[in-house]
């Protein structure tokens, strides 16, 4: 079982920078994908980053030139660095992993979330 966990929600005035991380556990032989979504009330949640395998990476329009998504590979992390927010980047944050287990099977794994809050 691989378990996810993130940190670095709260609250920023707009023009402001957070940087959200995201620390996988579990017996985890490769990662296929690692990626942050977010979700705000009454919406879908949304894909924000993403890293498919090892260096192709992907951002939704709406955070392209002030997010960026990064990785560590040795502590088994991605983080999100977020800059410029704006009051509509204020949403549920979560990380998301998938890959195989030292087991060979294959996980789909999903953090509790963390908030963001953009305001002044």
């Known amino acids: 079982q691989v378990q996810l966990v993130e940190s670095g929600g709260g609250l920023v005035q707009p023009g402001g920078s957070l940087r959200l991380s995201c620390a996988a556990s579990g017996s985890i032989l490769s990662f296929a994908y690692m990626a942050w979504y977010r979700q705000c009330p009454g919406k879908q949640r949304e894909l924000v980053a993403a890293?498919?395998?090892?260096?192709?990476?992907n951002y939704a329009d709406s955070v392209k030139g002030r997010f960026t998504i990064s990785r560590d590979n040795a502590k088994n992390t991605v983080y999100l660095q977020m800059n410029s927010l704006r009051p509509e980047d204020t949403a549920a944050y979560y990380c998301?992993?998938?890959?195989?287990?030292?087991?060979?099977?294959?996980?789909?794994?999903w953090g509790q979330g963390t908030q963001v809050t953009v305001s002044s």
């Open positions: 890293f498919r395998g090892s260096s192709n990476i």
């Open positions: 998301n992993a998938r890959g195989m287990t030292q087991s060979f099977r294959d996980f789909n794994s």
